[in-house]
């Protein structure tokens, strides 16, 4: 979750925040496969639990392990017909402040944190129970869900991923907001994020860059919390949200510089965008490598992007995603059908 101080310029969306699908030019097929590598599970379950960080409501979240060609795959254990919510970027219903899989109240919110964490660490196949519409909202990073993840260990299974890059740089603009895939020139993932409120906010300009490995991603993002501004706060409090949580709990940035808070590194905020990156390219279901480029990018262009990469897979890809092997006895009715939507 992360809170743009400036209203980004003006772009046609669809209602839910997601800017309008404008068609892709065909050319040919511009991703390409790389590689392949084995698939990752956790060695054991792990339980993380917390108030949510929008409804206050404590919640439960159980990180289980899973078969191969799984994926990350929610499973609202609260509801009497459990909900199956695999995490799909054609599954997305929602990029205003968060990104959203699902119809609420039957769906999860608030996803990138913890889909951060476990792309961050290389993981591939894992159910995710949570008793609630959200995760728990910790301290607005994915510093606990990585710690635990790391304390359970993960393990190797017995089948590859296939690794996708680009031919040529795939870009999604809205306004001054960008955000660019480019080719992988050797085999590694790096995003790099420039963060420009604007002059006069509170937030200063700052950018990161950052070779994303299991190891950097837990020293150098995972503990990034999320972040607003102190009038972005109170708007928040007056519609009811994050009720139960003080300036002490989260990066709020008032006139002065954050409040009633120290920063854990110089440009956390930057930093933070690229965890919310590699949440919303969890959606992707397949393994990267290259270079991504954003500029003031949030949730609406990082999802955007995800999907006109889907829509650049061979289409014997997209009919059969590498991750489809969900047991049907956890299917609900629910998503069996919104699976007709696969990308
Ligand atoms: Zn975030």
Known sequence: MSIPSVALPSFPTDGAGRPNRRPLAREGIIVRKLGVRPQRTLRHETIIEGPGLLSGRHVRLRLKPAPVNTGHVFVRVDLPNPAVIPARASLVTDTHRRTTLGLLPHGVTLVEHVLSALHGLGLDNCYIEVDGPEPPGLDGSSWSFAEAIRAVGTLPQRARRTIWTVREPLSVHAGSASITFQ???????????????????????QRHSLLITPETYFRDLAPCRTFLLENEAYELHR??????????????????????????FPNEPARHKIL???????LFGRDIRGHIIACRS????????????????PRPRRLMPESTSIPSSMMSANIAASRCRLN
């Open 183 to 205: 080719p992988a020139e050797r085999d590694e993932l790096r995003v790099s994020y420039l963060l420009d409120y604007g002059p006069g906010s509170p937030i200063e300009k």
């Open 239 to 264: 519609a009811g949200v994050g009720l139960h949580l003080t300036p002490a709990d989260l990066l709020v940035f008032g006139k002065k510089g954050i409040i009633d808070n120290v920063p854990r």
């Open 276 to 282: 919310d990156i590699l949440g919303d390219f969890a």
């Open 298 to 313: 949030g949730h609406p262009l990082n999802t955007e992007l995800v999907r006109r990469l889907l829509d650049q897979l």
